[in-house]
């Protein structure tokens, strides 16, 4: 596993003096790239001890795919990489994950034909403490579950509210952690891609240069949440749930009042999944929080990383170069930002069709006006 701790030495310190002494101190040390490397992604998740499961009713998620995948079908071929900036922000709340190999790491047989991947990013606020948290143990919540990898959407969703719960439970401990984070989850099981989101985080995949959305920015002022919002008990107040938050649903928050309880609230950890069948059209994904997509739009950033693609065929550097441009473009939050190529070989040069010439005249009307150019010319 492969994230972004701080940008630099002090940074990190100072980021986990308040914490109680954690287990995965080492690895977070390990993982820090302070001479901003761009970082490709293998098979090196960490494992670790996790706090006790906290049970979780009620959690509502759609129905699973099955994983049944015939040896003709297009089976990815993952490539991945990951880069992320402080910006012009003091501090660094931004974390991601890579994992190539999501069942060998964690010691699993894999029960499906083609890859198993797990790839994230978490936005923190109010600290970085929830951030670092779910993305350490949103991984193990998800392959911890014994009917992983079936039903895989009802597992993720589960994993989230499980998170969440945890960590109120660590706050609960340690008053010092209190933060948020928002988060983004995809999974690649065989051939089939699952975006699971609780925040403005948001994911776009390359179907042969188009792009598709593959989750939805969970803002306030969306009608959506809008009304979950209300109904919840909340309120929209300038465009921020309560008229403290700028995002509707997230991780942690639990000790900003009114926001969430153990029966729910108007701030929701629940995921809003969204899954795809991959073909050998689709050539990558962007995971990136919402700093890169403050300055890219959707098409955009997928016309970008694609000639970047074309150009040197890295995913590590076209995370780099997407991070830099927003740079440029004076994108005002923490960056990071997950490439996933699905194929070996660069994007294809897309021959665009020649348009069908409309006529607007008759061919009556066409040989008339022939014929009066011909008089006037004689």
């Not at 190999?101 to 198993?116: A, C, I, R």
Request: glycine fraction near 8%; charge should be negative.
């Amino acid at each position: 596993m492969e994230e972004i701790e701080g940008l630099n030495s002090s940074e990190a310190r100072s980021s986990s003096e308040s914490r109680p002494p954690n287990p995965l101190t080492a690895a977070y040390r390990q993982s820090l790239n302070t001479d901003r490397v761009a970082v490709p992604c293998k098979k090196s998740l960490v494992r670790h001890p996790s706090l006790m499961k906290t049970k979780v009713s009620d959690a509502s998620a759609e129905t699973g795919h099955a994983m049944e995948v015939s040896e003709s079908e297009f089976l990815p071929k993952l490539r991945s990489g990951a880069w992320a900036d402080i910006g012009y922000r003091s501090s660094m709340e931004d974390v991601y994950v890579c994992v190539d190999d999501f069942m060998q790491d964690y010691g699993l047989k894999n029960h499906v034909d083609g890859p198993s991947a797990f790839y994230g990013v978490f936005d923190g606020h109010g600290g970085k403490h929830a951030a670092d948290f779910a993305c350490h143990h949103l991984p193990k919540y998800i392959v911890d579950n014994e009917d992983f990898p079936g039903d895989i959407e009802r597992i993720v969703s589960s994993a989230f509210l499980q998170t969440d719960a945890a960590f109120a439970e660590a706050c609960s401990l340690d008053t010092a952690l209190a933060s948020g984070t928002t988060a983004l989850a995809a999974l690649v099981i065989g051939r089939l891609l699952v975006v699971a989101n609780a925040g403005d985080c948001r994911a776009v995949l390359c179907r042969r240069g188009k792009a598709i959305e593959m989750s939805r920015d969970h803002k306030p002022m969306c009608s959506k949440e809008r009304m979950r919002i209300e109904a919840s008990g909340g309120y929209v107040y300038d465009g921020y749930l309560n008229g403290q938050l700028n995002v509707a649903r997230a991780l942690g928050d639990w000790h900003m009042e009114g926001m969430k309880d153990r029966d729910g609230g108007p701030l929701s950890a629940e995921p809003e999944l969204m899954t795809r069948k991959l073909t050998d059209e689709d050539e990558f994904l962007i995971i990136g929080c919402d700093g890169i997509w403050d300055v890219f739009r959707s098409q955009n950033a997928v016309d970008f990383a694609r000639r970047r693609l074309q150009e040197h065929n890295d995913p590590a550097m076209c995370s780099k170069d997407l991070v830099d441009e927003a740079l440029k473009r004076k994108s005002g939050d923490n960056l990071a930002v997950v490439v996933v190529c699905f194929q070996q070989q660069p994007p294809p040069n897309l021959v665009a069709p020649r348009s069908r010439v409309h006529r607007s005249f008759s061919a009556e009307g066409l040989r008339e006006l022939q014929s009066f150019l011909d008089s006037l010319a004689n």
